[in-house]
């Protein structure tokens, strides 16, 4: 499934991340882990179920300001679709 | 090594070797812990902590029937207060709606539920004891709550036909993730190894199947598929490789490397009530036994693939060829390759036989 701008994209059940004072950040999820660098923890801690997809890459695309405005867009678009797939958000 | 040692992922915890049921493949010992024998909740609670600071992230309940012990929530919150991620593997049958709710408020992430196929009449004929409509109103209260959700069909060849009707169960339960996991053969399943094992032709019709089910239901249900690894060219990456990944405390306390790893003659196994658990990981003699690479064997040894499989099973090269420091037998590369060849051999000259009875199967048995 193609994420749409307006989806809200929420941790799916059985999915969290684990506390922000255990190192390295990781999603935790049934049967595997899931280990975030800098810019995909920055999108799953984004997927709260009330962020917009289009407010999350507003949020990054400021955060990342330097990278290419088209390309963040695009990377999130496939991180989540991603995300999805392995049934560790849902799009509501 | 030593210095480059990972801490284990998982804690894979079994409660209790109790459970109501009988399944003929369960992955149990033969010679189970009694009641009496059982570690207290206390010491439980010490070891999630321990484990949750060197470095474990997940905990899986399990058992027997983790719910079979009165003190599993009580468990359940003191892995989550040590940071744990909890996975609940259940079979559904000790839990009311009142007690998966506490559960779930004791901090639960996941529930695993076992299936032993989509009829009424499959938990009778595999586990001898009727339970499929408690499964689906445990399957219904957990969609209810927020709470991950897989199926675990546990299949062979005597419901490997029916795969399509499990695949239809999945679709109205909605789970995050279905598995249908081949029966592996140790414990119970080892001594029913041959009205398990499927056939060839079942296996190719299986693997299709779940081929279409994947697609059909990607964004919905993660689907994943273990093929029996007699069928293989190469073996499974047991336990993620021994003492690398994974840690196993049987009910009575002792940690091993491998579900299974009690079967190896000449091993002993550390035990949490004397023995802190990053001592046991990092230095004890089971645990460093087949960690690595340096007891490999040849064609072990010089083969590309040692640090993807590590060589597989250490028990099923014990229990299928006799020798745990050998390579797996069923490697395509293993001088006993030959072995599990003609166990194949057997099993597909028959064929989809008549269903087995009641007689025919070695039942597990409960150790009180
Ligand atoms: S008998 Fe069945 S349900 Fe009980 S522990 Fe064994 S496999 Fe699980
Ligand atoms: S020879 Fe050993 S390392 Fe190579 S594939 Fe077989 S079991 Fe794995």
Redesign the pocket.
Known sequence: MIPALHMRPRLAPGCRLNEKSQAPRVLLMPERVLRLNGPSLEIVERCDGERTIQQIISELQLLYSKAVPEKVQQDILEYLKLLHDKRAINFE | MTSALQPPLTLIAELTHRCPLHCVYCSNPLEMVQKNKELPKEIWARTLKEAAELGVLQVDFTGGEPAARPDLAELVRAAREAGLYVNLITSGLSLDERRLEELVRAGTDHLQLSFQGAREESPIEFAGVPAQAQKLRVARWARQRAIGLTLNFVVHRQNLDQLEEMISLTEEIGPERVEFANVQYYGWAFANRDLLLPTRTQLDHSLEIIKSAEERLRGKTRVEYVVPDYYAR??KACMGGWGQKAILITPAGDALPCHAAQLIPGMTFENLRKRPLRDIWENSEAFRRFRGEGWMPE??KS?D??GL?F??CRCQAWLVAGNAEQ??PV?S??PRRLIVDSILARINRNGQSAAPAHSDWTYRVNPG
Do not use: F, H, I, L
Request: with cysteine; charged share 35%; hydrophobic share 0%.
């Open positions: 190469y073996p064609p072990c083969c693939r040692r499989d060589g597989g390579t797996d490697c590369k293993s």
